[in-house]
């Protein structure tokens, strides 16, 4: 019996000694992506007669294949690339892709925007301060240093279109996820995707592409180029804060609204951070 | 070394069992007991109460036990089957549906060695670390399946020990558990105390799974552990039941993968004496879901129970918004008095008045960022989590509910029951969605029993909820004959309140019992809701049809 109590008493103390993995940081295995859902927002400075845009465009769509909808790019044609031929729609480059954010943003021909003469390819991401100009080979670096990083707010889009009076409506609602006592501000763009039209690419021979397919690109601004003001840094925000707006803007008669997408964003006033982007289709 | 270790682990199991076994030459052909019990239901569509119907037309949930006992030998198994499942039991993707016997186990006692192989039921203190059970209502089952060693060292001195995996369905769970506990009684162990009036016990459990971690993003802990210490103290009549829960990191789908450890602390306080019953509890509990498959879900592979604390309401409208508990935080209290008023006084009348009074109350707890830019809510995955003080208590109401109930016997032949009860549901915590709100409801609940001289006995009840949340306001009014070996109920559930239909909700049926065995048979409309027990939830479903139930023992 002496003998049983001890294998007993070993059984016993054997499950007790089974104990347990504490796991120290890292969590995350080395080398992989962990997506927490802040979406990155990504400005291309572009223009049709650019040769070399082409290249960023096949960067955003890289950064697409990988991050899919967790990156929200928006092309901006400006500068004098985006020039215009003239009206004649049966000559190349007749299509104005030009906006007036655009223009305000990257400049209208000669004349430089609110970041200064611009050489293209070039643009932001996640970050709208001027020394944040980044040239393409640069972004997928600079996505992924957001891209693992948890949102501080959560965007709603409620979109809603009316074929008789050609509004488009944005019904917007931003929602606190980290607390903090940053100034903030609301940005609201319609983007197109799929536009058929002419666009230089100098990889390619002849280096005049009458149907190259042009894709996010802007079409207005439901609040202007750097949106609105709806939180000041006076105050904290805490979890849960929400902070609702409103917009509409007039369909542009060259808009084929099936193939548009309403774009929000927040981002830190002070330091020009994009804290998180959103992005539905208007229909 | 873990192969040693699980080979060592074997030869100590069977080899014990081997010894015990040839100890018992004694021949005695020994006894069976056992039971049975089939719930059947036949559906129809109704679309007033969104009650569908079934391609079966009719489910059967139905089991039956077999015991065999022989002196210090037992063994049995549990015949299963679901043809198919009952609407609203857990039976996602039909995984319940079927039969068999997924519950079979032999057990030898022998001295103060008691050894279980197969399967078992296993409870450490009150749960906080492993609770193993079954309750059909809720489609649980959650039973282990292995080895289990209960030895008393000494007297007074009781230890457990298991290796097992757990129940699934009619498969086991990924995961091993093994379990460890210990439990001092020290009036027992120092005879100098026997008679002493102060009682006290205490114990300690350890309890760790293992499931091998293969996940793509995180580095999981492939073990897991949980210990709990716990006190039980009695002084007259006072009594203190007290236990603490620590879990080491178990990121998991419960928690949203985050790897901060998980605690929890229960105090059970009473007082009682002749006419007086005092009770007190709190419990705080923070990421404390522990499940042997880190995936799992629902009512699924749960290892460990936190208890409820609120009332378990046994009438019907106060029972539609039962608390569910929060594992992943939540603080809540009660407190109870329990009061019978003696008899031959003003009050008391002739026989005595029972009154009681209860309140409970739940929150959430306080979380706050480990850092400028992780959220708290939605858990960041991967991360640490969100940081807490023990025994936080959050501003955000889960649950409250006062209510009183006077229990009064009038005469031989008639009895009452009057209750009011006043719940504030946090409905989107408790259910698990968004937009809802709380729920405000005040229900009163007249509840008369008039007993015939034939020993028959007519029992009524009327109850009312006045709410202007979720469905609106409710009447319910029940009518219950019974005379030995039969009883006959009929009753109307009208949701008036209600503002876009005013449905009934209406049943009438009829059961025997007679010895061992019990016959019920029914046809009404069920409203679709959530159905708790021990705060542990199952939805149910609306539905409209026959509901036979048959159980008898032997």
Request: with cysteine.
């Amino acid at each position: 019996m002496k003998y049983i109590k001890f294998a007993v008493i070993s059984f016993l103390l054997g499950m007790f000694a089974t104990s347990c993995d504490i796991i120290e940081e890292p969590y995350t295995k080395e080398g992989v992506f962990v997506w927490h859902g802040r979406k990155i927002l990504i400005y291309d400075f572009t223009g049709h007669k650019c040769g070399n845009c082409p290249r960023a465009h096949e960067t955003i769509n890289s950064l697409i294949n990988i991050y899919d909808e967790a990156v929200i790019p928006i092309a901006i044609h400006c500068t004098a690339f985006a020039r215009v031929t003239g009206s004649d729609s049966t000559q190349p480059y007749y299509y104005d892709f030009r906006t007036d954010i655009g223009d305000y943003l990257g400049g209208r021909m000669t004349e430089p925007g609110y970041y200064g003469e611009l050489t293209l390819p070039i643009g932001l991401v996640n970050n709208l301060a001027k020394e944040k100009l980044l040239s393409h080979t640069a972004w997928p670096t600079e996505v992924a240093k957001f891209i693992s990083s948890f949102p501080e707010y959560l965007i709603e889009i409620q979109p809603e279109y009316s074929n008789e009076n050609d509004i488009v409506k944005a019904d917007i609602k931003v929602k606190t996820s980290v607390t903090n006592s940053r100034k903030i501000a609301l940005t609201v763009f319609i983007i197109e995707e799929h536009i058929i039209n002419w666009q230089t690419d100098y990889n390619k021979t002849p280096k005049d592409i009458p149907n190259y397919e042009h894709n996010h690109v802007l079409r207005a601004g439901f609040n202007g180029a750097w949106g609105e003001v709806i939180k000041n840094n006076t105050n904290v925000t805490v979890l849960g804060d929400e902070y609702t707006k409103s917009y509409s803007i007039t369909k542009g008669n060259d808009w084929k609204i099936q193939n548009c997408f309403i774009v929000a964003f927040v981002y830190d006033v002070d330091t020009y951070e994009v804290l998180q982007a959103e992005m539905i289709k208007v229909q | 070394m873990k192969k040693i270790f699980t080979l060592f682990l074997n030869l100590a199991g069977l080899g014990i069992f081997s010894l015990l076994a040839q100890e018992n030459t004694e021949n005695n052909s020994g006894q069976i007991t056992g039971n049975f019990q089939t719930d059947a239901q036949y559906y129809i569509e109704d679309q007033s109460i969104g009650a569908t119907a079934v391609k079966e037309y009719m489910l059967v949930n139905s089991w039956a036990n077999f015991i065999y006992s022989n002196q210090n030998f037992s063994a049995g198994f549990r015949y299963e089957g679901y043809m198919n499942t009952l609407l609203g039991y857990p039976n996602s993707g039909g995984i319940n549906d079927g039969i068999g016997i997924p519950f079979r186990w032999a057990m030898f006692s022998k001295d103060d060695l008691e050894i279980t192989v197969g399967n078992f039921y296993e409870q450490f203190g009150n749960g906080l670390v492993l609770r193993s059970y079954e309750e059909k209502m809720l489609g649980v089952d959650n039973a282990l399946d292995g080895f289990r060693i209960k030895y008393q060292l000494f007297k007074g001195i009781n230890l457990t020990g298991l290796i097992a995996k757990q129940r699934y369905y009619w498969n086991h769970g990924p995961g091993i558990i093994r379990g460890f506990d210990g439990t001092i009684q020290i009036n027992e162990v120092f005879q100098s105390l026997e008679e002493s009036s102060l009682r006290l016990n205490i114990g300690g459990s350890f309890v760790s799974k293992f499931q091998h971690e293969g996940h793509p993003l995180y580095n999981l802990p492939d073990n897991v552990a949980a210990m709990s210490g716990r006190i039980m103290i009695r002084y007259k009549n006072f009594d203190i039941n007290s236990e603490y829960a620590y879990k080491f990191n178990d990121p998991s789908l419960d928690n949203s993968y985050i790897f901060k450890p998980g605690q929890a602390l229960l105090i059970n306080t009473s007082y009682a004496k002749k006419g007086l019953g005092i009770v007190l509890s709190t419990k705080w509990v923070d990421n404390m879901a522990f499940r042997s498959d880190r995936n799992a879900s629902l009512t699924d592979l749960n290892i460990n129970q936190l208890p409820e604390i609120t009332k378990n309401h046994i009438y019907v409208l106060p029972a539609f918004y039962p608390y569910a508990t929060q594992p992943n935080g939540e603080w809540g209290a009660k407190a109870e008095i329990m009061y019978k008023i003696p008899k031959n006084t003003l009050l008391g009348g002739k026989y005595g008045t029972n009154v009681s009074l209860n309140y409970s109350r739940a929150h959430d707890i306080k979380k706050t960022q480990i850092n400028d830019s992780t959220p708290v809510f939605p858990p960041a995955s991967g991360t640490y989590g969100y940081n807490t003080k023990f025994f936080s208590i959050g501003d955000k109401l889960y649950f409250q509910d006062i209510n009183f109930e006077i229990s009064k016997k009038w005469s031989k032949k008639i009895l009452s029951n009057f209750s009011y009860v006043y719940l504030i549901y946090n409905y989107d915590v408790l259910r698990g969605i968004t937009g809802h709100g709380n729920v405000y409801a005040h229900i009163g609940i007249v509840d008369m029993t008039y007993k015939f001289e034939n020993s028959s006995a007519l029992k009524t009840e009327i109850q009312h909820m006045f709410t202007k949340q979720d469905e609106g306001s409710w009447v319910l009014g029940m009518i219950e004959y019974s005379l030995p070996g039969w009883f006959f109920t009929v009753f109307d559930n009208w949701n008036y309140g209600n503002p876009e239909s005013k449905k009934h909700y209406y049943s009438i049926g009829f059961g025997h019992i007679s010895g061992g065995t019990r016959i019920q048979l029914s046809y009404g409309k069920q409203r679709a809701g959530v159905m708790c027990i021990g705060g542990v939830c199952r939805n149910v479903p609306a539905s409209n049809g026959v509901f036979v139930s048959i159980s008898s023992t032997f």
